[in-house]
């Protein structure tokens, strides 16, 4: 029998995953990276992408992770992230990691210029106010 990690993936809903791995694959902003049961402790930041984990039975599964957090810790491998979408298709899930993270970033990306510009706005008539109150 192989060493193994425990690989435990939540969202802010709940536990998506929690299983016993022997390789754990996923992608960071900085590129794809692997991690086996003895490798340090690390921890990264990862971007929308495909969690790849080799079960106990050498079998490949797959979880398409919303960007989160990955916590390598002794044999306890935590990935905190804000979705997951559990999948058999490699090339289907990508697909669909594309579309949905892919979808949710644009709404946040134009959420956040919504906001910037409330704040701009709010700044502006913060100046304007103390322009009318001076001497």
């Given at each position: 029998?192989?060493e193994t990690?425990?690989?435990?993936?939540?969202?802010?809903?709940?536990?998506?995953?929690?299983?016993?791995a022997?390789r754990?694959v996923?992608?960071?902003?900085?590129?794809a990276?692997?991690?086996?049961?003895?490798?340090?402790?690390?921890?990264t930041?990862?971007?929308?992408?495909?969690?790849i984990?080799?079960?106990?039975g050498?079998?490949?599964r797959f979880?398409?992770v919303?960007?989160?957090?990955?916590v390598?810790?002794?044999?306890?491998?935590?990935?905190?992230?804000?979705?997951?979408i559990?999948?058999?298709?490699?090339?289907?899930?990508?697909r669909?990691?594309?579309?949905?993270?892919?979808?949710?970033?644009d709404r946040?990306?134009?959420?956040?210029g919504?906001?910037?510009?409330?704040?701009?706005g709010?700044?502006?008539r913060?100046?304007?106010?103390g322009?009318?109150?001076?001497?």
């Amino acid at each position: 029998m192989s060493e193994t990690m425990t690989l435990r993936v939540v969202t802010p809903t709940g536990v998506a995953l929690e299983t016993a791995a022997t390789r754990i694959v996923a992608v960071s902003p900085v590129g794809a990276f692997g991690m086996l049961p003895r490798h340090v402790d690390y921890v990264t930041e990862l971007i929308p992408g495909v969690l790849i984990h080799d079960d106990e039975g050498g079998e490949e599964r797959f979880l398409g992770v919303n960007s989160g957090t990955l916590v390598k810790c002794g044999a306890e491998v935590t990935v905190a992230t804000r979705d997951a979408i559990p999948g058999d298709d490699l090339s289907a899930l990508e697909r669909r990691v594309a579309e949905t993270f892919g979808r949710i970033d644009d709404r946040e990306r134009a959420a956040r210029g919504a906001l910037a510009r409330l704040e701009a706005g709010l700044v502006r008539r913060f100046f304007d106010l103390g322009r009318e109150t001076s001497p």
